[in-house]
């Protein structure tokens, strides 16, 4: 079954203490993206990969560090979490291919920050 | 800006009526649009998407979007509600051209259904 999947899906940290939230695709899609979700603004996208190595910054890119060393996976990592880093995270990923580009999105993964 | 603007941020309807969500845009150029559907505790699902071709466009569970370039808009409707259909729905664009299609989300609207 095509899938992203995500993990946890659930994680209470306290504030400072490194975090990795994993994301993994089976599609074999090039692109790849970190989204955080908050009540009246939606997703905004955090970081987004075009393929292997490649990387760049979203709209919320403070704080946060991604990598994409394969091209099945794209974790996102918090070095230090603060408390105004509690959101809904979602990854997704995405074909090149022009007319296919809609985003299949993983289940989610709620933060929260102490 | 680029941006996407849902006015409606809570709707309310009974089973079986109609319903239409809005979404307007604000965009360069004509660009890729979505209508994506968020279940409690659930990821996002695809409904329906149009980068060309005709405007009205249908998706799955029985929604269909129409495409109006004059009004740069992309609402939602279904002609009959189930109670299912109760979630938050996401209108969303990206750029048709392009190396990357960074997505643009609305803030959401959020569907109750009356039984």
């Known amino acids: 079954e095509a899938q992203v999947t995500q993990n946890p899906r659930y994680l209470i940290t306290v504030t400072g203490k490194k975090l990795t939230v994993t994301c993994s695709q089976n599609?074999?899609?090039?692109?790849m993206s970190w989204y955080r979700q908050d009540p009246g603004l939606g997703l905004r996208q955090i970081y987004y990969s075009m393929n292997v190595e490649v990387t760049d910054k979203g709209d919320v890119p403070e704080g946060y560090k991604v990598s994409r060393k394969e091209k099945r996976n794209f974790p996102l990592i918090l070095e230090s979490p603060s408390p105004n880093q509690t959101s809904l995270y979602f990854c997704?990923?995405?074909?090149?291919?022009?007319?296919?580009?809609?985003?299949?999105f993983g289940q989610g993964t709620r933060l929260t920050v102490v | 800006a680029q941006s996407v603007t849902q006015p409606d941020i809570h709707i309310t309807v009974s089973e079986g009526a109609s319903l239409e969500l809005r979404c307007n845009y604000s965009y360069g150029a004509t660009p890729y649009l979505f209508w994506y559907v968020q279940s409690p505790g659930q990821g996002l699902q695809l409904l329906l998407k149009?980068?060309?071709?005709?405007?009205l466009v249908q998706g799955i569970k029985g929604f269909e979007a129409e495409f109006k370039r004059s009004q740069s808009s992309f609402n939602l409707r279904k002609p009959s509600v189930h109670w299912s259909d109760a979630a938050e729905y996401f209108c969303?664009?990206?750029?048709?051209?392009?190396?990357?299609?960074?997505?643009?989300f609305g803030a959401g609207t959020r569907l109750a259904v009356h039984p």
């Open positions: 969303a664009v990206a750029p048709l051209s392009g190396g990357y299609n960074k997505l643009i």
């Open positions: 149009y980068f060309s071709g005709d405007t």
């Open positions: 997704a990923s995405s074909q090149a291919s022009p007319g296919r580009k809609e985003a299949f």
């Open positions: 599609m074999n899609h090039e692109y």
